[in-house]
Nanobody
């Protein structure tokens, strides 16, 4: 059974940092592109970060560029999202995802075929 499990979310104050992890199991993810998405109440799920299979290429939208960093440890089948300088607008449920179709990373939600259950991040002002 393929499973992605996020951890590390929580309630923080504006300006704080969080590091989230996503542990994958059930298959080998080392050749998959991995990504993080988020969904705030009443809004569509949006792209946050993506990383290629090797970790050599990363992608971010302007809204988080310079504040968020995605990384991965293929030996541990785990992907991370370091979030710094958090702001109230970062409040959302954060989802980890993997794409068996793309190896160089993708911002397209439709390219991801495995998803975690999500973890809540709340940033108070």
């Amino acid at each position: 059974q393929v499973e992605l499990v996020e951890s590390g979310g929580g309630l923080v104050q504006a300006g704080d940092s969080l590091r989230m992890s996503c542990a994958a199991s059930g298959r080998t993810f080392s050749s998959d592109a991995m990504g993080w998405f988020r969904q705030a109440p009443g809004k569509e799920r949006e792209f946050v970060a993506a990383i290629s299979w090797s970790g050599g290429d990363t992608y971010y939208p302007d809204s988080v560029k310079g504040r968020f960093t995605i990384s991965r440890d293929n030996a541990k089948n785990t992907v991370y999202l370091q979030m710094n300088s958090l702001a109230p607008e970062d409040t959302a449920v954060y989802y980890c995802a993997s794409s068996s179709r793309v190896i160089f990373g993708t911002t397209s939600i439709g390219e991801y075929d495995y998803w975690g259950q999500g973890t809540q991040v709340t940033v108070s002002s």
